[in-house]
């Protein structure tokens, strides 16, 4: 029988479906009702030490439909980090521990560029007995005057020092989340890693306008008129999602074996999750997905990833994580290999041998005038 339980830079996780940080990870009470609802992970929504800056607005939501289901493939927000005070949230991790001492809650924390601030997150809130910390360096829209989320993240060599600062002091796993709108993810990943982190999570959304009403003439979502571009997520992202997913693994593979990669990118089912691990995520992160449909979704994810184990006899994760990379390859190669396959079926046409193994004694004389030029 395949099992989805799995350890993830030593974390134990019944399976590895986590909350993705953000609404879904809002407080102690909904991060208790994901663990009881068999999540196999939750991270938190993203804290910082100082929430007096934080303010949010409404409404921060704007989401893209098709035009005959009404289905939601598109989601974009404009929501800040946590405003809840960072006492709060310590007590709140605190009675986590103590009512769910089994249920792995990771926290997701973002600080400005000051050492001193990283340090002190990491050690207060590691105090707690969380399971592991998502650096946050990919939050695409507010706070940039800080200088915190994707404005950290752009910069490759400012996020490899505040790695360094954060592992310096973490007892307990360490994953930078990536933001997208960058060159080059794998870049990005080279950066955390190479600064110390366990693993990298992938992708944060994706810096978006979602578009303008043509009544108002107002791009959306409103507020009092006007509006900023804010982060995209859900199913539409999903392709872009598994094309950073897969440029990571292959850095992780190539570079950094042992390392663990999150992935995150519009995953509402067990079939997304599997083509996220088959290219190469460890676990993989739902957030917009449970605001769609709720925290019971992952029951019947669970189920659609164990029974396309099953057809396919994997037994554990492990068996498929990363199995479809072999088959990337570049566009050179294509085309060599679609040429020497036409060059096959050409000769195959002609009753010309291609191996050893074709030929026939009963025509062995028609096959051998086949390979003959006159």
Known sequence: MPTLQTTVDGIKMSN?????????????????KAIEDGWGAV???????????????????????????????????????????FQVWVDELNRLKDKYPDGVVIASVMEE?????????????????????ELNFSCPHGLPERKMGAAMGQDNAI???VCGWAT???????????????????????AALSGGCHGVAAINTILCVMGVDLETLRPEPTVEGYTVPGGYSCTAVRPIALRMVKECAELIRDKFPGRSLSAIGGIESGKDAAQFI??????????TGVMKMGYGCVK????????????????????????????FT????????QAESKAAATARASGAVVKDGEWQSEAFVKQSDALARN
């Open 43 to 85: 991270i938190i929504k993203t804290i910082s030490l100082d929430a007096s800056k934080v303010v949010n607005v409404a409404p921060r939501y704007a989401r893209l439909r098709t035009e005959k289901s009404r289905e939601i493939i598109g989601w974009q927000n404009i929501e800040l980090i946590s405003d809840r005070p």
């Open 300 to 327: 019947g994810m669970k189920d659609e990833l164990l029974n396309f184990m099953t057809k396919h006899k994997f037994e554990t994760i492990e068996q498929f994580k990363g199995y479809s990379l072999q088959y």
């Open 113 to 133: 560029y000051h050492k001193d601030k990283w340090v002190e997150i990491i050690e207060r809130v590691q105090a707690t007995g969380v399971a592991g910390f």
């Open 16 to 32: 590895p479906f986590v909350i993705g940080s953000g609404p879904p990870g809002t407080n102690g009470n909904v991060i208790g």
């Open 159 to 161: 996020m490899h020092e």
């Open 330 to 337: 570049t566009h050179a190669d294509l085309v060599r290999r």
């Open 278 to 287: 088959l290219l190469g995520g460890d676990t993989v992160q739902v957030c």
């Open 168 to 190: 310096g002091v973490a007892k307990i796993p360490v994953w930078a989340k990536l933001t997208p709108n960058v060159t080059s993810i794998a870049s990005s990943a080279d």
